[in-house]
């Protein structure tokens, strides 16, 4: 079958992918993956109907050969999907067809998913974020700064007491936003149920005493129907987050769990992320993946810090922020392929973590601009004074970008900062 057409122009309605290839001749290498995300075979069938074909069929409308690399062809392409190829809410069935089986078939050496432009009607079909940016912003009463994040150190290992008592010294210090790790579940020494109450209790305590509002984000990862009974125990308790592993848990966990219409934030963690982001050569970009979890209804998500320990250059990284927070999204053609129109949808939060400390805020706001969460672990608990100390120094950080001071001139008002200043070179 022959799904090659350069003259085709895409529909408003269809579907349209990117990617990066490699084998031997492009032009067959992009006509074999077209079948093999839709509707062909390794051969011909008599089964194909003449009308399925018309129908169903997609069309590669644009190869560009870029270089040769190892013996092999090294390409772009653009494929078009009609809209009726796929159960439009069903993310998992939609990938499974667009993402699926291409990965493995031999005459690929190279394949790197880019983008996806996902249509009008495809997007309506999603509920997208509960609240969004201005949703999170309204909830901590927080109109403009960026929000200020920390994870409770070491991952593991922490009694529920000790875990509850490093919350309440980041909350008092200046933190908005405590995190379990992503590793962090219900460990036989801080059992999850415990764990969420009694961290809620000082959440209430550290409100109380700094008159401001602060938000625990228990991890509540796990197989569905327990990640559900979690997420009551978070509701009873008086928690307005979940936090979800949400590359782990999967595409259908994180659908159906939005759709269930609990009323929390849902903080997305990535762990995981890189085995399918990182190579060039296979997989699938961040950018696709955050388009992914807008739709699902991720409130908030862990993008890159650019400056940090993880992986990720800054156009890649800004790139992922524009196509979370804006309605509508124009391409580049360097990491954003497609125009994006998010119709009814909201924006996420982006966060930004990874080797984090105030030394480094002015650069990432700067870089990434005034709505994001920046979530120090390291960076506060790692503070020679402690976690009080360093959640001081992580907010007087931000609130030096925000009136315009050098870090060295607040750190002379502040010395949780000026210490930090001098620890963190």
Same mark, same amino acid.
Request: proline share 4%; glycine share 8%; aromatic share 8%.
């Given at each position: ?36 995300s ?8 008599? =089964?194909? #109907? ?5 129908? /169903?069929?997609?069309? $590669?409308?644009?190869?560009?050969? +870029? %270089?040769? &690399? ?22 998992p ?22 983008d ?15 609240y ?6 309204? =909830?901590? #009463? ?5 929000? /200020?994040?920390?994870? $409770?150190?070491?991952?593991?290992? +922490? %009694?529920? &007491?000790?875990?509850?008592k ?19 579940t219900?460990q ?11 961290t ?9 005493e ?16 327990e ?41 997305g963690?990535?762990?995981m992320?890189?085995?399918i ?26 993008i ?7 992986e ?15 309605n509508?999204?124009?391409?580049d053609?360097?990491n954003?392929f ?60 931000i ?16 010395p ?9 070179k």
């Amino acid at each position: 079958m022959d799904y090659i057409n350069l003259e085709y122009v895409p529909k408003e309605d269809d579907l349209l992918s990117c990617m990066i290839i490699k084998g031997d001749n492009l032009k067959k290498l992009a006509n074999e993956i077209a079948g093999e995300s839709s509707i062909g075979t390794w051969t011909k069938v008599q =089964t194909m #109907k003449s009308e399925i074909y018309e129908k /169903l069929k997609p069309n $590669v409308y644009e190869i560009k050969e +870029l %270089k040769e &690399e190892n013996g092999y062809k090294v390409g772009l392409i653009k494929i078009a999907y009609p809209l009726y190829d796929f159960e439009i809410n069903n993310m998992p069935g939609v990938l499974a067809g667009i993402a699926g089986n291409i990965f493995g078939m031999k005459i690929v050496k190279g394949l790197r998913i880019l983008d996806y432009r996902f249509p009008k009607k495809f997007v309506k079909e999603y509920k997208g974020p509960r609240y969004g940016i201005d949703g999170v912003r309204e =909830t901590l #009463k927080i109109k403009e700064r960026p929000l /200020l994040g920390t994870i $409770v150190k070491p991952k593991v290992g +922490l %009694k529920t &007491e000790e875990h509850a008592k490093v919350a309440y010294d980041a909350w008092i210090g200046g933190v908005d936003l405590v995190k379990d790790d992503e590793n962090l579940t219900s460990q036989e020494f801080n059992k999850f149920e415990n764990r969420v109450y009694k961290t809620l209790e000082m959440r209430d305590k550290a409100e109380e005493e700094t008159g401001e509002r602060k938000a625990y984000m228990p991890n509540i990862t796990a197989p569905y129907r327990e990640m559900i009974r979690r997420a009551e125990i978070c509701e009873d308790a008086g928690s307005e987050y979940v936090m979800i592993d949400v590359v782990v848990t999967g595409f259908s966990a994180v659908q159906s769990f939005r759709e269930e219409d609990f009323n929390f934030i849902i903080h997305g963690h990535r762990a995981m992320h890189a085995a399918i982001t990182r190579s060039k050569d296979f997989g699938i970009s961040m950018l696709v993946l955050a388009k992914i979890y807008r739709l699902l209804g991720v409130d908030q998500l862990h993008i890159g810090t650019v400056v940090g320990k993880m992986e990720g250059g800054e156009k890649e990284v800004k790139a992922i922020r524009d196509e979370i927070i804006y309605n509508e999204v124009k391409k580049d053609d360097e990491n954003i392929f497609f125009d994006q129109d998010w119709v009814n949808i909201k924006p996420m939060f982006p966060v930004s973590s990874g080797g984090v400390h105030p030394r480094l805020v002015p650069k990432i706001v700067e870089i990434l601009g005034r709505d994001l969460i920046i979530q120090a672990g390291g960076g506060i608990h790692g503070h020679p004074d402690g976690t009080v100390a360093g959640a001081k120094a992580m907010r007087a950080a931000i609130e030096a970008v925000m009136e315009n001071k050098p870090l060295e001139e607040m750190a002379e008002e502040v010395p949780e900062l000026k210490k930090a200043l001098e620890y963190w070179k």
